[in-house]
């Protein structure tokens, strides 16, 4: 049902949604979270955040409301939706492997082959 | 998944569409403002803050469209952007606009108004609860043939039915009284009356307007209420309510008026009636108690509606061995049970259900649903022809557009996004287009109801717009805007921005060229279709018009009287008649008169008999020879025109003769004594005393067939005067000089005789043959209609296409001038082009034109499907009307001045 995404795109979604899953945040709050996780290896691009957001929302797989921000501003909080749980969880799964395999290939000698 | 949250989201963005613009702009502000605000945090000025956060965020403006896109909300925004968008620039060309436009609406207000009228006569449903459970029952005769049907029965049959049949839920009959005078208050008036039984109503599912239907009980002896219908309740009373519970005459006979049927209530296409009486009334008009119990008998129409869950099959299994048991019984007791031919009918008898939700067996709908469906077909193709023209039209536009669209997108419009306002703008163009045409479909329609109309009176025909036509009107404006408008939309935005910008609108690619041509030779070829097709209707006509029906045409007037509606018993008409006959033959101006059963060109009776016994001895059964007849005054023969070959007229001498006389015509002679001279034999006892020339009994698409003429006033073997006096209407020939004022005379003549007697009917001879025709006529005329429509716009599109060719090739031609090329070369460089598009189309449209007038075979006289001398002229005039088309063209391209061309586009 989802129309097939070019790869960059679907990736940004994948990590939003990642961000999102360690709770309720901003999109900037977000922004900031995945370049603490990432170790300020990963530049995202700030513009296209918000599409990737609104398309998520527009899914169901995410959620959103207006609230107070730590310095007293009204900003918009993002969470998972039960859906978006489970989508996340199954991607995870179908990652992992593929992570792993990916983070051994440098590794690899001619030898091992 | 979560369609749900998807729509639930689109709807909230679209409905709060406003709210979420804020919102969104509230929503990138905080960003960027927070983000300014840890830049100040790290040091950095906060204008400076401001700026880089704006800088680092990218396009906020691309963010907020993309954003907008991935909740589906520019779909609609996008389309009232495009709608306000194509508003303006038609606005801007009002020129091509009003050219699109109108040409939209012609093709699609022909379509609609043929629709419509298809509409009215074949594929409305009646207008009562649950019409597909309907049913008009009929029955089969041998030989069993498509045409061998009837759905006339006899009063047993209708009781059997309605006491055996257990698979309908009710079953009604009744039948036509035809006209009948209707008095109120002194004042006399012709109506419509049809007798029904009295479940009628009920079966049918109809509920009063004004006081009530028939309710059990009224079909009884001595029947006296009378239901009327809206249109006569209107028309003769006013709409006045008190009508109910009052008395009106019919043929002078009292009933009470005890209700109003809804408007439009009607069982038959183009049979409006006026008045229904139960259906046993019909022994206080014509007392005859044979006709409940006659066998073999056919004027009772049968139908009845499917109880729930019952097929047509089903139903249709049971009620034929109904049919066929009571037909054995029936045959069982006749005078004709050793009849072989009666016992084939009987056994070969099938009874048939049609279905009658649409309305029970109407003439009207089987004589122009054929025609109909061929129109629609017609029509179909002119509206594609003015979609091939519109989109001619916008192609060209879009060539001056390029500038335009190459701009925008390399200003970054997407090329979807760009077709879909492009395509926006053609729907505009549709839509004014269709509303137009649905105003001219509407006149149009009412036009086309004229034109089949030869009666008295309209056809009663409602053809104004309905659901279904407005419904029609939609898709296929719709359909035309996507045609017109998809292709040129995709080639036009086929742009490459950069050189389309430098070299400005100048030239097209070759493919778009190929695509004009193509296009215009599509319109040649559905004109040569159409033309062809006009001129094979055309030739029909033509072809019934110079059939020498035997008959002289001209100074013919005729008009009809019916004794019935002035009261007259059976044995005073014959003096009525007689006297008026007197009254006529002496005004001034008249050369002959005579009064007859049948008219010439008749389209109310065919009078069909067997002659069983010739010179007293009795023909086998199976060589009774079938005759037409008709009865009539001395001197019809004369006033008519048809010449008596032998032997003499009917005169006075055979009013009071003891024996009886007939006349014969020519085929009669010829098949009944063959060879002899046939004064003075005797055919069932009558003594044929005169032979007349053959004419065609039932109109000019008959051959000449054996009929019988009796004399009107004499009757069978002299024993009863009035023999052929009484059952119906008599028409009045008149041969007159001048026909100035006649019509009155005739009035006043008649009112001479008895001031209550009406006439109806009144036509001329001419009139009344060409009122035969009038299928045909309609078929040649609208087809001609169309095919002249066709020819124009092709014209214009050839016009078009070689104007554009002659302007782009404007250096070509100048350089060829400037190398020594003659004017004649030149001319004929574009004429050539015109006539391979001539030929390429001609070459597609014969065959494709063979197909449709195989299709109307049943239509046409006295020529075939594919005639070569049609095919050889519609080529010639397409030809023709091409050659003049780029007459203009090649004009200007004659005069192409070598030098100033060449400057112009070096």
Same mark, same amino acid.
């Given at each position: 049902m989802d129309?097939p ?18 709770g309720s945040?901003s999109?900037?709050?977000m922004?900031?979270?995945i370049q603490?996780i990432s170790k ?5 691009? /700030?513009?296209? *955040? ?6 998520l !929302?527009h899914?169901?797989? #995410?959620?959103s409301?207006?609230? =107070?921000s ?10 998972l939706?039960?859906a978006?749980m489970?989508?996340? /969880?199954?991607? *995870?799964?179908k990652?992992?492997?593929?992570? !792993?395999?990916?983070a051994g #290939?440098?590794?690899?000698?001619? =030898?091992e082959? | ?18 709210g ?5 702009d509230?929503?990138?502000r ?9 830049l100040?945090r ?5 204008q400076?803050?401001m700026?880089q ?31 306000r ?10 020129g ?10 012609l093709g699609?207000?022909?379509?609609t108004a043929?629709?419509s009228?298809?509409?009215a ?8 609860p649950?019409p597909?459970?309907?049913v ?6 041998p ?11 006899g009063?047993?049959?209708l ?5 055996q049949a257990g698979m309908l839920s009710?079953?009604?009959?009744g ?11 002194g004042?006399?008036g012709?109506?419509?009356?049809d ?9 049918l599912g109809?509920?009063?307007?004004q006081?009530?239907?028939?309710a ?6 001595g ?6 219908s ?27 008026v ?5 408007p439009?209530?009607?069982?038959y296409v ?5 008045l229904?009486v139960p259906?046993?009334?019909?022994d206080?008009?014509?007392?005859d ?6 066998s073999f008998t056919s ?6 509606r499917l ?18 048991r009571?037909?054995?019984e ?10 072989q ?9 099938h ?9 029970m067996v109407?003439?009207?709908?089987h004589?122009y ?11 179909g ?9 519109v ?6 536009r879009a ?6 669209i ?5 200003l ?6 760009l ?6 703008e053609?729907l ?14 509407w006149?149009?329609?009412?036009l086309?109801v004229?034109m089949?109309s030869t009666?008295?009176?309209p056809?009663?025909l ?6 279904p036509v ?6 296929v404006?719709?359909?035309g805007g ?6 040129p939309?995709?080639?036009?935005t086929?742009?490459?921005?950069g050189p389309?910008?430098?070299r ?5 690619t070759?493919?778009s060229?190929?695509?004009d041509r193509?296009l ?13 097709g ?10 019934l018009?110079?059939?020498d029906?035997?008959?002289q045409?001209?100074n ?12 007259y018993?059976k044995e005073?008409a ?8 007197e009254?006529?033959a002496i005004?001034?101006?008249?050369q002959s008169?005579?009064?007859?059963t049948v008219r ?7 009078l069909?008999?067997r002659i ?13 020879i ?5 009865a009539?005054?001395?001197?019809y ?5 048809t010449?008596i ?16 006389v007939?006349?014969v015509n ?6 009944v004594?063959?060879g ?8 069932d006892g009558?003594e044929i ?11 000019a ?8 003429y009796?004399?009107?006033?004499q009757g069978?073997?002299g024993?009863d ?5 009484g059952?119906g209407?008599?028409?009045f020939?008149?041969?007159?000089r001048?026909r100035?004022g006649?019509v009155d005379?005739v ?6 005789v008895?001031g209550?007697?009406p006439i109806?009917h009144?036509?001329t001879?001419r009139?009344?043959t060409?009122?035969?025709f ?8 609208i087809?001609?209609f169309?095919?002249?429509l066709?020819?124009?716009?092709a014209s214009?599109?050839l016009?078009?296409?070689?104007a ?5 090739r404007?250096?070509e031609?100048?350089?060829r001038m400037a190398?020594?090329?003659?004017r004649?070369?030149i ?9 391979w598009?001539?030929l ?12 449709p007038?195989?299709y ?5 006289f ?5 005639d070569?001398v049609v095919?050889a002229t519609?080529?010639?005039a397409l030809?023709?009307?091409a050659?003049?088309?780029s007459?203009?063209p090649v004009r200007?391209?004659?005069?192409i001045d070598p ?8």
């Open positions: 129309k995404l070019d790869l960059l795109q679907s990736r940004l979604d994948r990590l939003m949604r990642t961000a999102v899953s360690l945040l999109a900037y709050g922004l900031l979270g603490q300020n290896r990963l530049e995202i691009q /700030q513009g296209p *955040v918000y599409p990737a957001l609104y398309r !929302d899914r169901g797989r #995410i959620t409301e207006w609230d =107070e730590e310095n007293n501003r009204t900003a918009k909080y993002y969470r939706t039960a978006g489970r989508r996340l /969880q199954t991607e *995870v799964e990652w992992n492997p593929i992570a !792993d395999v990916i #290939i440098p590794g690899t000698t001619p =030898e082959v | 998944m979560n369609l749900w949250a998807r729509l639930r989201s689109w709807l909230r963005a679209t409905l709060k569409h406003s979420m613009a804020s919102e969104m509230a929503e990138l905080f960003h960027v403002e927070a983000y300014a605000e840890d100040v790290g040091g950095v000025p906060h400076e803050a700026r956060a704006r800088i680092e965020f990218g396009g906020i403006e691309r963010a907020k469209e993309e954003c907008r896109d991935a909740r589906g909300v520019n779909f609609i925004e996008n389309f009232t952007q495009d709608l968008f194509g508003l303006r620039t038609l606005r801007k060309s009002p091509f606009t009003a050219v699109a436009i109108l040409t939209l609406a699609i207000g022909a379509t043929i629709f009228l298809l509409n006569v074949v594929l409305r449903l009646l207008p009562v649950n597909q459970q309907l008009q029952f009929t029955y089969t005769f030989p069993n043939g498509p045409e061998n049907w009837n759905s006339w029965f009063y047993p049959h009781e059997r039915f309605r006491r009710g079953i009604f009959g039948t036509g009284l035809n006209r009948v005078s209707v008095g109120w208050h004042s006399p012709l109506a419509q009356c007798a029904y039984t009295d479940n009628f109503f009920a079966v109809v509920a009063p307007q006081g009530r239907l028939f059990p009980g009224d079909d009884r002896e029947a006296d209420v009378v239901v009327l809206d249109r006569y309740w209107r028309s003769r009373f006013a709409a006045d309510p008190s009508i109910i519970g009052q008395t009106i005459l019919i043929d002078q006979l009292p009933f009470t005890i209700g109003i049927t809804p439009k209530f009607s069982i183009g049979g409006a009636r006026d229904w259906l046993h009334a019909l206080r008009f014509t007392p108690p044979n006709r409940w119990r006659a004027w009772l129409l049968i139908a009845g109880g729930p869950g019952v097929s047509l099959a089903q139903a249709e299994a049971e009620l034929d061995i109904i049919h066929r009571l037909y054995a029936q045959l069982a007791v006749s005078e004709y049970r050793d009849s031919s009666w016992q084939r009918l009987v056994r070969e008898s009874l048939v259900l049609h279905p009658a939700a649409t309305g109407s003439g009207l709908r004589a649903e054929l025609p109909l469906k061929l129109l629609m077909g017609v029509a193709m002119v509206l594609l022809i003015t979609c091939v023209n989109a001619n039209l916008v192609l060209a060539s001056h557009r390029r500038p335009e190459a701009l925008r997108m390399a970054g419009s997407g090329r979807a996004r077709i879909r306002q492009l395509l926006t053609s505009l163009v549709a839509t004014a287009g269709g509303a137009l045409g649905l105003v001219i479909a006149w149009g329609g009412a086309l004229r089949i009666g008295d009176s056809v009663p409602d053809v104004r717009p309905d659901w407005f419904g029609f009107t939609a898709a404006s719709l359909a996507i045609l017109f408008g998809l292709v939309a995709i080639r036009g086929r742009v490459d921005p389309a910008l430098q400005g609108a100048r030239g097209t070759g493919s060229r190929f695509l193509v215009v030779a599509v319109q040649v070829t559905l004109s040569l279709v159409l033309i062809t006009a001129g094979i209707f055309t030739r029909t006509l033509e072809n018009r110079h059939v029906v035997g008959y045409r001209d013919i007037l005729m008009f009809s009287v019916d004794a019935k509606l002035a009261g018993p005073r014959s003096a009525l008649y007689g006297a008026i006959l009254k006529a005004l001034p101006g008249i008169a005579s009064v007859s010439p060109v008749d389209d109310q009776y065919y069909v008999d069983r016994q010739v010179d007293g001895r009795a023909l086998p059964d199976g060589e009774t079938k005759v037409a007849w008709n009539m005054s001395p001197g023969f004369s006033t008519v025109g010449p070959l032998m032997g003499r007229d009917f005169d006075l001498r055979d009013r009071g003769a003891t024996s009886g007939v006349i020519e085929s009669l002679a010829r098949q004594l063959p002899q001279n046939p004064i003075g034999h005797r055919l009558a005393i005169g032979v007349a020339k053959d004419s065609l009994y039932g109109g698409r008959e051959q000449p067939r054996p009929v019988l009796r004399a009107l006033f069978k073997g024993t005067p009035s023999q052929w006096v059952a209407a008599l028409s020939e008149l041969r007159y001048s100035a006649l005379e009035r006043q003549a008649v009112a001479s008895d209550h007697v109806f009144v036509k001879l009139a009344q060409e009122d035969s009038l299928r045909e006529r309609l078929l040649a005329t087809s001609s169309f095919g002249g066709a020819l124009l716009l214009l599109g016009y078009g296409l070689m554009y060719a002659v302007a782009r404007t250096a031609i100048g350089l190398l020594g090329a003659r004649r070369e001319i004929w460089l574009i004429v050539r082009e015109t006539l598009l001539v390429a189309g001609a070459v597609a449209g014969i065959p494709l034109a063979v197909w007038s195989r109307a075979k049943a239509l046409l006295g020529i075939a499907g594919a070569p095919f519609s080529v010639a030809t023709g009307v050659v003049l088309a007459f203009l200007r391209a004659s005069r030098m100033v061309a060449l400057r112009y586009d070096g």
